[in-house]
Each structure stands twice: as C-alpha cells, then as structure tokens.
C-alpha cells in the first residue's frame, strides 16, 4: 500500500510529458528523417525529388486510409493489392472495347466497391470467423481474376484523364495525385472527426458488444469499412494505371502490406478503435521517404526491406510502451482520486 | 402491493425464463417504486443477472409480463428499454475505451443534424453533446481530470462514474445497475453510492445488484431475496434484518 516514494505530482507529469512524445513519436521521427536526409543529401528537398516522393506515395496513401478505417474496427483488408490490379485491368479492358473513357474511371472504382462489399459481406453474413481469412482468399480470388481477364499480360494504354490523374504534375513538380491523395484524406477526416457514421466505426471498434447493446448498426459498419477500403483500392488503381499508362495483373503486389504498415507505423493500433487519418499519412510519407532516401544513396533495394522492417518493430514496441504508461498513469489517478 | 399508496413505476408479473432445461426465473413478481433504490440480492446462479436482463431489454421472459406505469410492454432490444426510459448499467459497464466520456454518453444516440439526413449521415453537434455531458458530470460532483480524455485511460471508479453518470443522463423512469462498487476501492465506492442517492433524489427508480451487503444496507430501502430462480423474501435492509437477509440468500431459516 506504500509502494510510491516518488511524489505522485512529478512521476504523473513524467508519464504524460512520455505519453505525448510517443503519440507524437511518429511525426517527430519523420521530421527528423527529412532534416536528416535532407543535410545528408542536396537533392532530396529539390522540388523535382519532392514530386517524386509525392507521387511514389500516393498509391500507399490512398490505401492506408481505406485500411485504417478497417484496422480501427479490430479488422484487416489483405486484398487491396490485388483489387488494385484487377481495377486497372478492367479499366483497360473497358476502354480498349471501344467505350468512351467517361466510363473508365467508374468502371475502376465500381470494381473495387465490388471487391469490398464482397469482403464486408463474406466477413458478416457468411460468419467467416476473421477478415484475415476473407481478404486472404480474395486476395488470391482478385489476383485471379484479374490475371484470367487480361490473359495474364500488361494492357497498353488508358485513357488520357486517367493519365493526367495518376501521371500529370502541376507546375512541373507537383503530382495531381497529391491532390487525389487530399482530397480522399479530408473527406475521411470529415467522415471520422463529424459525421454520425464515424463515430459509431470507432465505437465498433473500441467495444463491439457495447455497441450491439447500443443499438448501433455493426454489421453494416463492418461492411462499409470493408466497402471503403475497395473504393480506395480503386482510386489507387486510377493513380496506378495513370502513372504507367496500362492496365496489369501484376500491379499493386505487396501494396496491402505496405498499407498495412502506414497505418501501424503512423500509430495506429492494431487492437482496433484507435488511429487518426495524420497518423496513416504520416506512417505512407515515412515508407515513402525511406525508400526516396535509399534510393538516392544508391543503397541496395534490400536494404529498404530490412530498414522497413525495423521501423514497423520500433512503431509497434513504441505502441506496446504506450499501453503501459497509459495503464501506469490510471494506476497513479486511481490512488490519488 | 403499493407504497405510499403509488403505483409501481415497473412491474415484473409472475416471470418466467428458462434456458434449456434451467429454470432461471420461476413465476418471480417485483415492483419498482420512483424514488427507491431496490436491491437484488442472492447467490451465483440465483436469477438475480436473469432478471435485470429481462428488465433491461436483453432477455424476454418465456411467461409473464413487464408492466411500465400501468402499461404492459413488450422489450425486443435493448433500445426498446431505453426508449422507455429504462437504462442499465452492465457489470462490465459497457463503457467505448477508445472514447471521451461525451461520446460514450451519446453512443448510438448522437445528437447530429440535419434531420433530413439518415442518422448515420448526420453531422455531430460536438458542443451540445459534450455541453450536456459536462452539466451532467457536474450536478453528479464527477471530478475528472481530463474531460476529453478517452475513458480507457480512467481509474476504476471514474469509468464507473462515466457508466453511471451517462445511465443518469438518459434515464427518465428506471437505472439498473449490476454490481457498481465491485472492483472499487473504500472511495470510490463510496462515491458511486453517493450517485446512487442522488439519481433517488431525482425521484428515478434505481434497482442495483450486489454482493456486498455493507453497501445494500448503506443505500437500498427495500432488498428482494433471490434463490434458485424464485423470489424467497422481501425486507428492508438494515443491520437488525443482515442476518436474515444472509440466511435468505444462503437458503437457511427465514
């Protein structure tokens, strides 16, 4: 019952001053990453380099927003990868049949709407007993599909808007997008921080139960969160297929691990009902930067994988840290109230 | 049976519910009086959690019928109890960890706008609700120390003070509560018990479950026995009755 010698006052500010420099933890370190690189190396913070690194982190942006909402319900999304290429693909194919490219872009993001609500639905309805399992079959099933439709080869060419979307940059550096990217982020932050519906993704996700007993509508949370994620994986599409000018089945491998680590590293928690739409941005720039950065030094796309790893332990140990001084400070509130 | 020659504000009439072949509530009949605190005492397994389930809209009874001011009603959901004006405070408390308390208060309730809008599209009115929260936090005296922090990050008996308060906030007939001062210190007890008086105060009707006997005789004015699924007694609790009260729940000599 005599357990603190310490006085209570200093140890509590302690513990929060902690607290805020591992919430902020992520941001912080890729402020310094950037200060450091940029000292390191001229040509990282030209506007040319700065474009580049926009536009090569588009793709993750988009997706880690789509899987932060499915991440905050406790859930996973493995198959926007795939959902990605087959959303190219079927975006070529239409435009190649002779329709008019109006219809590209709906056909793109219609498929991977598709996707998702085929993910959201086989996780509620068909009792499938984690998302794990569901976005593991489709991502092997979409994959497919998408190899099957385009004969398993690259399809040249897609239409000019699609192009401009996903390849154009506007006063020679600045890629449109980035602006695709802003537009997907402010809309998830209106949706997360505003509107009815996402506070209830957040209720899900902090307690299930409690929400059932609340009335709120978990299943059809759950399948617009799976719903969600297939829209961003086929905005990513857009921004893909515009970037190469082709549609492919081999498109976006590995993107949903590489969203996956956005989202974690950003600060996100895995154990569902925390993470903010600044944190997956910041976790897609870090993966961005690392990459840009050991490129730049000519470092061995090995090196890349194993840095990468590194910082996704650091995140998720800094995540681990966090819960534990949270749970100090509780203790410490609950001895002096 | 009356009180004050007033009508109950909830009746449960010869309820019945059985799980399987387990009779958990056998013909059992309670009232509940505005401005009373009735403590539901008995053993593990002795139908207390069965009954407030089914006064709280989670279970429906087999046979018998729930009466809410003279009316007969009929309880699907949870949300049904809470549009009548019944609100529970569940032993695991139910509380979103990840949240502030205004937006645990207002779970699946948002105050949010424009109404032409479905509920889920609607944009939160942040300020009222967390106004509302705070007047309510206040006229309860719940101290917290940071009023936006998510409830995870709270002692024990702030989330307890969060559950209860948020109940209070919406209750308008009935708040029952499953074992609020389990899990909580000398203190903090004492303080969910002082919430307890106070929703009384309020002329609310409070049915609370507990084990701990010092506490029941401390706040409850009337105790209703429980064994086996069936009402064995009804008294006012005291430190003359505690011994009955104990053999009641034991099953020895009324």
Redesign the interface.
Known sequence: MHQSAEPPARSDAALRMALFLLRAGPLLILVLLILVIASVTPLFLTTRNIGNVLAQTAVIAVLSLGQLLVIVTRGIDLSVGSTLALATVAGALVFHSGNSSLVVIPVMLGAGVLVGLVNGLLFVKGRIPHPFIVTLATFTLVRGVALWLSDGRPIQEVPQVVQVIGGDSILGWIPVSTFVVAAVAVAVWLLTT????G??I??V???P???R?????VS?ILVSVYLFSGLTAGIAGVLTAGRTNAGAPTFGALAELDAIAAVIIGGASFL???GKVSQALVGAMMIGVIRNAMNLANLDSFFQLIVLGIVIIVAVESDVLRGYL?NR???I??TR? | MTQDGSFPMLSVRSGTKRFGGVLALDEVDVDVFAGEVLAVLGDNGAGKSTLIKCMSG?HRLDSGVIVVDGDPVQMH???DA?ALGIETV?QDL??????SPT?NFY????M?WPRWLP??????R?RSMSQVTQEVLDRLQV?L?DFEAPV???????RQAVAVARATAFVSRLVILDEPTAAL?V??AARVLDLIRRLRGEGKAVVVISHAMDHVIEVADRALVMRRGRKVGELTPSEDSREQIVSLIVGGEG
């Open positions: 505003r509107v009815v519906w506070r209830w957040y209720a996700g902090g307690n139960e409690a929400a007993r609340t009335a709120i509508p059809a569902g009902g925390r949270e400070l509780r203790l509130q609950a109230t | 989670v959901s949870p949300s809470r569940y139910a509380l979103f960890d990840n949240l937006a779970a699946g309730r948002e949010a509920t889920g599209m609607r944009l939160l942040r101290a120390p995870g990050l709270m002692s024990g008996g702030q210190g203190r903090e």
